[in-house]
């Protein structure tokens, strides 16, 4: 195809600048393969039967790599928004990030989100006899499902219901939740979020030293369960600011300007780095026949 378009363009007086810049394209997209070319497929092998459809091109590398680079910098931007208004209206900042305001609400909204879209991913596997991804789908469906319902307390405000005694006696807030209880459950809910912020920014390096033998049984499933770089940093503040709270707790008292509720904001980043977890994975299953 290449050698057609060149002797159909041999006889024009624009042919030579055109066959420069083909030469300069064809050259560099000669190295692209090795670093961002395979990009636009999966990381790991396809499951049997499945072909990706995605045509590799220039334009699409480019867009892919910049699309990826905005994604992985709107936290940083988000917290540098946020910065100026901790220091000088704090007050303002904290109602920002209160029980049933704008922030909270819209955390609990991501989280009913990524849980829809985490229910389609697996019900989509199980149609294509990928029953284990399928299976994880699903739970990961119903975890979110929970979390959401936790942080509106199941719709307690919402619908005026009364609190049980047993939450009223044993809830730090008086809500009908779970993860506020008395009964030690903030303590593994601290560990939880250290946890799922640690996985969620490093898991992604598992990629990179899975072993060639390994890549080809489970690649597959590894590409649908392991977060890609660019959402790490989505995951990563609230990473640090459990990791923080629990040395706080081990020290005995906070040793840096950040205190309780600090965290809304890196909780609600996580949650939004959920959302777009399954997004992307969504869109993984698109690019399959």
């Known amino acids: 195809m290449l050698k057609a378009w060149i002797r159909a363009t041999s006889g024009s007086h624009r042919a030579l600048p055109t066959l420069r810049c083909a030469g300069l394209v064809t050259v560099g997209y000669g190295l692209l393969p090795g670093r961002v070319g395979r990009d636009l497929k999966p990381r790991f092998p396809e499951a049997p039967g499945v072909r990706y459809t995605k045509p590799i091109t220039m334009i699409n590398v480019v867009r892919k790599q910049l699309a990826r680079f905005v994604v992985f910098i709107l936290p940083l931007i988000a917290i540098i928004c946020l910065v100026p208004l901790w220091i000088s209206q704090y007050n303002v900042y904290l109602s920002l990030f209160a029980?049933?305001?704008?922030?909270?609400?819209?955390?609990?909204?991501?989280?009913?989100?990524?849980?829809?879209?985490a229910l389609f991913i697996g019900i989509r596997f199980f149609?294509?006899?990928?029953?284990?991804?399928?299976?994880?789908?699903l739970l990961l469906a119903f975890a979110l499902f929970v979390i959401a319902m936790e942080e509106i307390s199941w719709g307690q405000r919402i619908f005026g219901m009364a609190n049980p005694a047993f939450f009223k006696e044993h809830n730090y807030q008086g809500e009908l939740n779970i993860h506020n209880l008395d009964l030690g459950t903030v303590v593994y809910l601290h560990l939880a979020f250290t946890v799922v912020g640690f996985v969620g920014t490093?898991?992604?390096?598992?990629?990179?030293?899975?072993?060639?033998?390994?890549?080809v049984n489970y690649g597959h499933i590894v590409n649908y369960l392991v977060p890609s770089w660019y959402l790490a940093s989505y995951f990563l503040p609230v990473f640090l600011i459990y990791l923080y709270f629990d040395i706080c707790a081990y020290l005995g008292g906070f040793f840096l300007p950040l205190e309780w509720r600090e965290q809304e904001p890196a909780e609600l980043l996580?949650?939004?780095?959920?959302?777009?977890?399954?997004?992307?994975n969504m869109h993984k299953q698109n690019l399959q026949r």
């Open 270 to 280: 996580m949650s939004l780095g959920f959302l777009l977890f399954v997004i992307v």
């Open 127 to 137: 149609s294509r006899k990928e029953q284990f991804l399928g299976l994880l789908y």
């Open 202 to 215: 490093f898991a992604w390096l598992i990629r990179l030293i899975l072993p060639a033998k390994l890549q």
């Open 99 to 117: 029980e049933d305001h704008f922030f909270e609400t819209l955390q609990a909204l991501f989280y009913l989100l990524s849980f829809l879209a």
